[in-house]
Each structure stands twice: as C-alpha cells, then as structure tokens.
C-alpha cells in the first residue's frame, strides 16, 4: 500500500482530501501545519507528499526545502492558489514535481497522485545493495532487512546511519554529525546524536556486542561492521 503525507491547515479540506484519498486504497498521515508536516516526514517513510504552500508555523516552500535535505527522489505535489503564481515558480525550482491551484476538482487531484506515484517507481533508480552480518542495505530506498524482516527507521535514523555506513571504518565527531545530518539545526545538541544512535542499535538488536556501531569515547561514534556490495 503506497504512503501519502498531506499537509493542509484547512480542516475541510484536510478531511475531505484524507479520506478521498484512504478510499482510492491509500494510506494517509495528515498535518495541520508546516511544523507537523515536517515532523511527520522525519519520522516516517513516504511514497507521495501533498503540501500546501500557505501554511502557519512554517510555509510549504519550508516543508518542501527540509524534505530535499534528505530526500531528493520522493515526489511532492504543491497545492497553490491561484493568485501565487511566484510560489509556483519557486516550488518547482525547489524540487517540487507537480503543483495544483485551488479550487480544483477531486478527480484531477487523484489523477495526478496516480500519476506521481506510478512514474517515480519507475524511474526510481537502481538499487543501492550492501550486506553485513544478517542484514541487507538498500540506500537508495531507504531500507534495512534483517533475515528478510524489515526494521523501521524514522527519516533522520536512517540518514545517520548512511552517514556513518558512508564513512565505515572512519571515525565520526560529533560535530561533523551534526553538520551533516542536522544541518546545524537550533534544537539539536550532541545529546540527539546519541538517543538516535541508542534507537539504531536497539532496532538492529546491536546493544551489547556493538559489532555494528562502535562508540569512540569522547569523540563521536564508527560503523564497523563488514560491508559487502551486492
């Protein structure tokens, strides 16, 4: 079942599109506000997003600069009126792959999600394949097995542990973490580097052999387990 983000602080609307949307067989998360939006896709995987562009708390073009950070192929749908002709312009130079302005018709809406969704499977690129000990490593689509089983990993989990399997064998600081991962962002301190790393390791069931990720004292932490590319 394909994964929809909408992000939409008018309720009917929100509502009307959410549960439109549920009937066509999609699973849907829905966000009143930019903040929530964002939120909501650092800490789940998704196959489309919608996002309005006028939104409190933090604007769709916001929303939409976040989700690039991370996440250059996932395709999101812009939701405009029809007077932020600039907004279009700007969404789309962002990275945004298809806009609608309102009021638009349902049937349109739905149309165009099909569409999104069918053509970024196609042309999703091939994948990334790594093993090591009983896991496999898909990094281009965002997914770890263990023995075939799937382990769940919120958008910046998994965006730090490609950072350290990038860097394998390397030890990383801090710091450099942040920079990388978080961007530096105001509300992130070293500590959240280290409640992610304990989700990591407690999801791949690496908390007493670390033979995955090796805290190095003082500095930062290494991935050192063996790689093996598919």
Do not use: C
């Not at 965002?142 to 958008?155: E, M, R, Y």
């Amino acid at each position: 079942m394909n994964r929809i983000l909408l992000v939409e602080d008018e309720p009917d609307l929100r509502f009307s599109l959410q549960h439109n949307l549920k009937f066509e067989g999609y699973e849907v998360d829905a966000a009143e506000d930019g903040e929530e939006g964002s939120r909501k896709f650092d800490e789940n995987s998704y196959d489309l997003i919608i996002l309005d562009v006028m939104m409190p708390k933090k604007t769709g073009l916001e929303v939409l600069s976040d989700i690039r950070k991370v996440n250059k192929t996932v395709p999101v749908m812009m939701l405009t009126a029809k007077a932020q002709e600039m907004d279009k312009v700007i969404g789309l130079e962002m990275g945004a792959d298809d806009y609608l302005a309102k009021p638009f018709g349902l049937s349109e809406l739905l149309a165009r999600v099909k569409a999104l969704i069918r053509r970024s499977k196609i042309e999703k690129p091939k994948p990334n394949l790594y093993s090591f000990l009983d896991f496999q490593l898909d990094l281009e689509n965002h997914q770890l097995t263990k023995n075939g089983d799937d382990i769940h990993f919120s958008q910046k989990e998994f965006q730090l542990l490609k950072y350290l399997i990038r860097h394998a064998n390397q030890t990383q600081k801090k710091t450099d973490i942040l920079s990388a991962v978080w961007h530096y962002e105001s509300n992130v301190t070293t500590r959240t580097i280290d409640t992610h790393i304990a989700r990591i390791r407690r999801k791949m069931m690496d908390q007493e052999k670390n033979e995955i990720i090796q805290t190095v004292p003082t500095v930062g932490y290494k991935f050192i387990a063996k790689l093996k590319k598919l």
